[in-house]
């Protein structure tokens, strides 16, 4: 017979954080590839840097547990700390960044080893950091893209689990490129948040007695 205490329990295999700093429409993309079970998994928590980003309305729209942990300049590591025992708080086995502009460090990654995934759009290693589409415009590349990829403590970097080329058109502009990367990334990031899950039996991550 099985132990209701036990089945109560939450199970961080099965459970992943999205931290964000925007308007979240990844976010979006994520609630609802859960919600129709293409990603089969719990989106335990949203989690901004920015007391009133858009993104958290979002979340709480959909009834997610939505906090703001405010980035402090001033005490970043206290900051990165708050964070960190916000997200753990939740039970958590995958932490998703989908649009969260801070750089985290080992104080935050050192928690959830190898399980911290980022979504860019640009076809790493190309056009790192904040103005991803600003920066290819201003390239004048032909092609560009979005990458999803496990994170490291340097910006936009760290093994490459997915990446998807967009082209850029001769008329583009910052609107209309992003129009276009916006559904690669809402594809993209849910796919391979789904393989994540369903890896969780990875003899690396073993999450049941075998
Ligand atoms: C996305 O385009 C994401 O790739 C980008 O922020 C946007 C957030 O959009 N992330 C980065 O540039 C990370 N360096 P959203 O808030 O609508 O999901």
Do not use: Y
């Amino acid at each position: 017979m099985s132990d209701p205490v036990a089945a109560r329990e939450p199970d961080p295999s099965r459970r992943f954080a999205v931290l964000a700093s925007g308007s979240g429409t990844n976010l979006v993309a994520l609630a609802d590839a859960v919600a129709d079970g293409t990603v089969d998994a719990d989106l335990a928590c949203v989690v901004s840097d920015v007391a009133d980003a858009p993104v958290l309305e979002r979340a709480r729209e959909r009834g997610l547990p939505a906090r703001a942990v405010p980035f402090d300049r001033d005490d970043r590591t206290g900051w990165e700390r708050r964070l960190a025992d916000e997200v753990a708080g939740h039970d958590v086995g995958l932490i998703v960044l989908a649009g969260f502009m801070r750089i985290l460090s080992p104080v935050f990654l050192d928690r959830w080893p190898g399980r911290v995934v980022n979504v860019h759009p640009s076809l790493l290693p190309a056009f790192p950091g904040a103005d991803a589409v600003g920066d290819a415009l201003a390239a004048g590349v032909t092609t560009t893209g979005v990458t999803v990829h496990l994170v490291d403590e340097l910006v936009d970097h760290g093994p490459v689990l997915a990446q998807e080329a967009v082209p850029v058109l001769p008329d583009d502009t910052r609107t209309t490129l992003l129009a276009r990367l916006h559904p690669v990334e809402h594809r993209l990031l849910p796919q391979v948040v789904a393989r994540l899950m369903g890896e969780r039996d990875d003899p690396a991550h073993p999450t049941s007695p075998s």
